[in-house]
């Protein structure tokens, strides 16, 4: 099993462009997270999935949407990139909501311009 | 709503020495409390966590204690190695509120 994916790793945008991150798993899990990283500041969620079809707003949802239309799939997209949004960005998954064990992908490096 | 702290921020301790991690939380109804470990350029891996019905788990030289009272949950590292030198991130949830909120991480140093 590949677990969770990212992609793609990295990426350089230039202010007001826009993309897409995906992310996939293949554990058949239900939730799924977005986060952020950047130094000092642990992690932050950006938004999540219960399940197939839902999407939810996180600690720091400005600036971004988010679509889960498969259940192995959550994507995270910037309408309009800005320098505040240079960042490491995570998956993750789990089987269930609270007391599970989240499963990160690899990360994706995003360097706004 | 819930706010984790973590301390400290940065950890140097020799080789084979013991290493501790504590974080407070604010939200007296969380009752889950992972611990991440994340390499350098790695992704967060769970390495243990802890239930608000038990105060102290082990998992060979790692182990997590929990102090309801005081909201408080600490990690403790003994012996440590070379592989053991990573950024530590403590986490908390709830039934009600199941995101996981995060420490803003530990970097922990092993000196030779």
């Known amino acids: 099993n590949a677990g969770v994916t990212q992609t793609p790793k990295f990426r350089v945008l230039k202010t007001g462009q826009s993309m897409t991150l995906l992310c996939a798993q293949d554990m058949n899990h239900e939730y799924m997270y977005w986060y952020r990283q950047d130094p000092g500041m642990g992690l932050r969620l950006i938004h999540y999935?219960?399940?197939?079809?839902?999407?939810a707003k996180g600690e720091v949802p400005d600036g971004y949407n988010v679509s889960r239309l498969k259940k192995q799939n959550f994507l995270l997209g910037l309408e309009s990139a800005a320098p505040s949004q240079t960042s490491v960005y995570f998956c993750?998954?789990?089987?269930?909501?609270?007391?599970?064990?989240?499963?990160f992908g690899p990360g994706t490096r995003l360097t706004v311009t | 709503g819930e706010n984790v702290e973590q301390h400290p921020s940065t950890l140097s301790v020799q080789e084979g020495d013991s290493a501790v991690i504590k974080c407070t939380y604010s939200?007296?109804?969380?009752?889950?409390f992972p611990w991440y470990k994340q390499e350098l350029g790695k992704r967060p891996q769970l390495i243990i966590d802890i239930r608000s019905n038990v105060g102290e788990k082990k998992d060979q030289r790692i182990a997590v204690t929990l102090n309801k009272t005081a909201k408080h949950f600490s990690l403790h590292i003994t012996e440590t190695q070379p592989e053991d030198s990573a950024v530590y991130f403590c986490?908390?949830?709830?039934?009600?509120?199941?995101?996981?909120?995060w420490g803003a991480g530990t970097k922990l140093i092993i000196k030779p």
């Open positions: 986490a908390a949830s709830s039934y009600s509120n199941y995101q996981l909120i």
């Open positions: 999935s219960v399940g197939e079809g839902t999407t």
């Open positions: 939200d007296s109804a969380s009752n889950y």
């Open positions: 993750a998954s789990s089987y269930g909501a609270q007391g599970y064990e989240q499963y």
